[in-house]
């Protein structure tokens, strides 16, 4: 998606200096975050070594969030405040859920516009919870590379539409993520591969993760990716894989009306399960249920093979469409490379190597290479490598148009164009003396408005009163590198001209993201100060303790003013433990720490006395 980069004059990042910049794969089981170090990507772990983070949210009873793997460990015992998966909801309306709503355990609101979910912090959004993740991400990054973060560039589903590109962007900014780019995530895969070993050809880039799928007809040749086609599934990934054997569990056990708490806990053992077969021929599910029942089942390999077989050959066919789009046979393809955890099911793997009678590449880690992509191209716009070294020439997934008379879809842009791109028709009015005209802007393939996706609406008014058909006014569609569009309209005579960035409806509004970050900026005051007290009271604690045990063994040093002077402030700190504020409680500690200084002395001197006796000058 990324064209040649040229820098500003005096922009250009001099010799020494090396900006930080990163490569993010928002996922949706899990995230990563890669930066370039000595010339390498890779993946940036946390303080554990581990460096995938499970792309879960918990709203706590105490007003804080837990993020990944304490979120994921808890999501079984509350399943109604743990949102997992919000990569499937991002830019998505309750009514293009449809079928996937009834089996996810959330309460969710009625807005038409956006995805909302009752948590016991108020109603939380998908983009709210991305961003949650994002700020996890760029946390760990900034501690990892010590310093703050130039940007990153941020991977999406290649067949992400419009409205959902532009959620994950205002995820991005609510985190205070500047988005150097939003890359497609086969693309950044390809990346990896290309630069990684010198690949040349044409390659077809399978992406399987959990709850997207996308493929990808993609030309190499020294430095130049260009992407020949797209096509996919938002909305199918290991999460359905998962699903399957959940209702096939059920059905076997004979389980029916199963509350939250079980059903995500039946959810999370189908997963495990899941993973567990693709190393296992068969594997054990045991675990109890709320009510005391127990849960006990063996699946094996082909048992679970036969359940999600219309699953994976699903995959198959927007693999077919890609080719055809790309012009291209299973013939010219060199390689096929898999990317996202879901390739790992043996089935999987199988389904490809059958369909395009080769052994696909899987020689980098499939859950890590769309960040390493990623981290390779943020590296490039960060300016710490010359621009140019590679062209990255992307498409857009989905055709763009308007809507025209009789609610029909008129496609300026079509799928499968490179991007940036700008394309521009002629139109007229439709009756007499017309002097204003709607702009109805939509997205998809479909021949009839009611079948594609609205995108955004603006009027162009001041035309001339003319005849119907004597005006001409000239519509023009911009798509940026991010792959996000822009659209103009002016009348050719008079020059008169409207405008519109599209920002859909299913995304968030900029009021909206403005007071999402003041509210942001407020709670990271409070966190701050909350995260001042924490250590003002460690610190506290640990000068108590240790004025204790020196009472305890050298009390007799003092007289009674001392000794009661030293309670005195003893006491006054342990109030101040319970209510005071930070700066209370350090003004306690100074004072306790000034009224045994004499104290201090007086047991330096007793030890010195200790060391000292019996010794002679001469052996000393």
Not at 367 to 381: E, I, R
Request: negative net charge; aromatic residues 4%.
């Amino acid at each position: 998606m990324a064209l040649l980069q040229i820098a500003e004059p005096g922009m250009s990042a001099a010799p020494h200096q090396h900006r930080l910049a990163v490569g993010i794969d928002l996922g949706t089981t899990n995230s990563l975050v890669a930066a370039v170090k000595s010339g390498s990507a890779v993946c940036l772990p946390d303080e554990n070594g581990r460096v995938t983070l499970p792309s879960v949210v918990r709203y706590l009873s105490d007003g804080q969030i837990g993020i990944g793997h304490e979120a994921l460990a808890e999501q079984p015992t509350d399943p109604l405040n743990t949102v997992s998966s919000a990569k499937r909801l991002i830019g998505r309306t309750l009514a293009d859920l449809s079928q996937e709503a009834h089996y996810l355990p959330y309460r969710f609101g009625q807005s038409s516009h956006v995805v909302e979910i009752n948590t016991r912090h108020g109603i939380k959004t998908p983009i709210e919870v991305s961003s949650e993740i994002l700020k996890a991400l760029k946390t760990r990054a900034e501690e990892s590379l010590g310093g703050q973060l130039t940007g990153a560039v941020i991977t999406v589903p290649a067949y992400f539409d419009d409205a959902q590109r532009q959620a994950t962007k205002d995820a991005a900014r609510l985190a205070g993520i500047n988005v150097l780019r939003l890359l497609n995530e086969p693309t950044a895969a390809a990346i990896a591969y290309g630069l990684d070993n010198g690949s040349e050809g044409t390659f077809v880039v399978y992406d399987l993760g959990g709850g997207t799928l996308d493929v990808s007809v993609l030309e190499l040749s020294k430095g130049l990716f260009q992407v020949k086609s797209t096509n996919g599934d938002s909305a199918l990934g290991g999460d359905d894989f998962d699903q399957r054997l959940f209702c096939h569990l059920l059905e076997q056990l004979g389980l029916s009306q199963l509350n939250d708490q079980d059903s995500r806990l039946l959810l999370s053992l189908a997963r495990r399960t899941k993973e567990d077969l693709t190393a296992h021929e068969q594997t054990l599910i045991e675990a109890a249920l709320s009510d005391g029942r127990q849960v006990r089942a063996t699946v094996t390999r082909q048992e679970f093979q036969e359940l999600t077989r219309h699953l994976v050959q699903k995959t198959i066919e927007p693999v077919k469409q890609a080719l055809k789009d790309a012009g291209v046979s299973k013939a010219d393809i060199k390689g096929v490379i898999m990317v996202g955890g879901s390739t790992r099911m043996p089935h999987i793997q199988q389904a490809v190597a059958t369909f395009f009678g080769q052994t696909p590449l899987n020689n980098l880690n499939p859950d890590q290479v769309v960040a390493l992509g990623a981290a390779m191209q943020a590296d490039v716009l960060a300016g710490n490598k010359t621009a140019g070294e590679w062209l990255l020439l992307d498409v857009i997934p989905l055709s763009l148009g308007l809507e025209t008379y009789g609610g029909l879809a008129e496609k300026i842009i079509p799928r499968n164009s490179t991007i940036p791109t700008a394309r521009a028709q002629d139109f007229t009015t439709f009756k007499d003396g017309q002097t204003a005209m709607t702009v109805h802007v939509v997205q998809g393939e479909r021949e009839l408005v009611s079948d594609c996706r609205s995108l955004a609406k603006f009027t162009l008014r001041g035309i001339p009163p003319m005849a119907a058909g004597a005006a001409r006014i000239r519509v023009t569609f911009q798509v940026d590198a991010d792959g996000l569009l822009s659209v103009s309209a002016q009348e050719q005579s008079t020059g008169v001209q409207a405008q519109i960035e599209v920002k859909p409806s299913y995304g968030l509004d900029d009021d909206t993201i403005t007071q999402m970050l003041k509210d942001s900026m407020a709670n990271a005051a409070g966190d701050m100060a909350a995260r001042a007290r924490a250590e003002a009271v460690v610190e506290a604690e640990s000068l108590l303790d240790a004025v204790a045990a020196a009472l305890e063994l050298d009390a007799d040093l003092l007289d009674e003013a001392e000794l009661t002077a030293i309670r005195s402030s003893i006491a006054a700190l342990e109030g101040r433990l319970k209510n005071g504020t930070a700066q209370d409680i350090r003004a306690a500690v100074s004072a306790l720490g000034a009224s045994t200084d004499n104290f201090a002395a007086k047991r330096m001197n007793r030890n010195i006395q200790r060391a000292l006796a019996g010794q002679s000058i001469d052996d000393i």
